[in-house]
């Protein structure tokens, strides 16, 4: 299921998720409300990454998350047709009882519903007013705007894109309107999504391989190592990658020659890049060798592996670690930050006094965080972590207790479960760790 966040005021997030009710379960939707829309950006700064997608309400929302985080593949909105203003032009019409000459427009600047309406329309008004405004505009100040033009008698009524403004011109008796988004559009915009997340759930579930190619020349060079040196070192190195390839949820093999494959899902292996690209760095500062790694994707376990060992070759032509070509045959450009070692925590001298307190390792304490983060959990209990951490749940739970008495997570609930015992302890890490 694929979390979609709705953002807006609570009259339009009530009637989207009234919209949303006649769609499939594939999506869950949560609102995620605001009084003004300048709120946006804290709801995404704190929300990002709990969500699969975002819907807002209307541009204006839209506009501010744009503006606090760039990357918009996880954003849709539902966009200003000519229906919308039609309407709330008619509702003008109808609720004044009387001729209107001239109208108040405000409309956010990155829209130009106002102009494409009008140019269709022939009604006779000898003004129409149209004010322009950035996305952080606060409405309050559209308020007064259109007030002072009210009072002024250079305008008879107001269509307004805030519903806020609309509330309190009427207060002032006022004729207004707000310029709503339709219920079609609105549907429109639902299918997008989810289309988008099938097509996004067939490419996590593609065939994935992962081929990992160890350097064995090194062993020629090195003609007195004992024979029981290098095969500890194999086994060594073996141990660590059928570790990643637990990480993958993948099935390991070796074979042969210091080459080893693992067959998973595309979703599971970008999971996990950036761990990949951490265990070939600490294999080959541990054991002096080169290590490069191709990664193919494709609709079948043939496609995939040939895929795997096109970016194996380029790997070595190129002379990088890790390479990724996806089923159509071409390399995937994987940028930075999704290839890094772990964030490492030295400059932080208050976390570190914490973990020093309550003897919590700094290794401990990224890994947890990694997993967390990797696995977008907003809440975990000690057996999710015991399996990933591949440790006793007893284990973890005394881990568990030490970051809680360290005060890095806290307690939120219980989980409850089906068959007789009792229930899990429910904990989320503290925002500030995150």
Known sequence: MYKVGVVGPIKSVNRIL???????????????????????????KEHYDAFDYFLFSGPIPYEVAKQ?????????????????????????LESTKSKINCLSIDIINTSNIVDISLDQLKIPMKEMIVKEFEAHTNYKDLYEYHVHLYKEKKVDAVLTCYPEVMKLLKKDNIPAEWISTTKLATKQVIELIEQRSQISYFKRTQIGVCMIDVDTKVYEEQSEQLSYEIQFATLKMNEELLTLSRDMNGSFFEIGDGKYIVFSSRGEILDNVSLLNETIIRLKKSWKREIIAGIGFGDSALKAEINARKAIYKTEVENKEIIIIDNLGEVIDVSIEHIHSLSTISDNRLILNKLKDKNISIQAFERVRDIIHRKKWNQFTSNDLAFELKMSN??????????????????????????????????KIKKEYR
Not at 23 to 36: A, C, G, K, M, R
Not at 416 to 425: D, E, L, Q, S, V
């Open 394 to 427: 007893r284990n973890a739970q005394r881990l568990l207790l030490s970051f809680k008495e360290a005060e890095i997570v806290e307690q939120v609930g219980e989980e409850k479960i089906a068959k007789k015992g009792r229930p899990r302890k429910l904990y």
């Open 68 to 92: 606090t985080i760039k990357d918009t593949k996880k954003y849709f909105y539902i966009h200003l047709l000519e229906t919308g203003f039609y309407q709330a032009l008619l509702q003008l």
């Open 18 to 44: 009234e919209v949303a009710k006649e769609f499939s379960n594939d999506l869950s939707f949560t609102p995620l409300i605001y009084h003004t829309a300048t709120e946006t950006t804290q709801i995404i």
